[in-house]
Every structure is written in structure tokens, then in C-alpha cells.
């Protein structure tokens, strides 16, 4: 089942990706790492001169809660600490910075997918 999560995951983070780079976002990075703390994607808003952190979270079902509902209070902490270790490490202090999550449900049927983009998240 892990196997079968992580390519859920991967997948989900590859639409945010396209997503965001539709929407005018750069990529800065993809899985940042930080003292065993991970945030999906790092991304460049130009127009609001604003760097998001975007934690991915995809689904099949509401069973257990909305995408969106499995960021825990742990894990937004440890988004928190890998953000600031990024912002001290790259310089960035300048430029305006926000949490945000991007929630994705597939379905058992087709293709199809509804993507979320929850800006300000946290």
C-alpha cells in the first residue's frame, strides 16, 4: 500500500506543478528536504513578489477527511522550520511568503481529477 501512495503522491505533485506553472509561478524546488522535514514544492509568485510553500496532498476518497485535512498540526510545524532553514539559507527575507496547499481528488472512474488550490492555507 505504501508503493501504491507514493505514486498517488508523485503524480498529484507533477498536476500541482503544471498547475502552478499555468497559473505564472516559477519552480524554485521540487521535495525540499530539511532535517528529515519535506516541503512538495517551492514556488516564485512574480506578481505578488511571493515565495509559496505548497504541501500536495491527493485522494481517491473523503473517507478519511478532505485532502486538505490530512496537514496536521505536526506537520505544519515542520513545514514551518524547513521554510525558515530555506529562507535564512537562499537569502530570501525580502520577498513576501506564504503556506499554501494544493488538494487533489482523483476518481475510480476515469482520468478525470479536481484540483484545489487553497492559498494561505496555514
Known amino acids: 500500500m505504501g508503493h501504491y501512495?507514493?505514486?498517488?503522491?508523485?503524480?498529484?505533485?507533477?498536476l500541482a506543478e503544471s498547475y502552478l506553472k499555468n497559473?505564472?509561478?516559477?519552480i524554485l524546488e521540487k521535495n525540499?528536504?530539511?532535517?528529515?522535514?519535506?516541503?512538495?514544492?517551492?514556488?516564485y509568485l512574480p506578481k505578488n513578489n511571493c515565495i509559496c510553500f505548497i504541501e500536495?496532498?491527493?485522494?481517491?476518497s473523503n473517507k478519511y477527511g478532505t485532502p486538505s485535512e490530512a496537514v496536521t498540526?505536526?506537520?505544519i510545524i515542520n513545514l514551518n522550520s524547513a521554510a525558515k532553514f530555506y529562507i535564512s539559507k537562499n537569502k530570501l527575507e525580502k520577498y513576501n511568503f506564504r503556506f499554501d496547499i494544493i488538494e487533489i481528488m482523483f476518481n475510480n472512474i476515469d482520468?478525470?481529477?479536481?484540483?484545489?488550490?487553497i492559498k494561505n492555507a496555514f
Open 32 to 43: 525540499f528536504m530539511c532535517y528529515h522535514k519535506e516541503i512538495d514544492i517551492i514556488a
Open 5 to 14: 501512495n507514493k505514486k498517488i503522491g508523485s503524480y498529484g505533485e507533477s
Open 56 to 60: 500536495v496532498k491527493s485522494r481517491f
Open 73 to 75: 498540526y505536526k506537520k
Open 23 to 26: 497559473m505564472g509561478y516559477q
Open 111 to 117: 482520468t478525470n481529477y479536481n484540483l484545489q488550490h
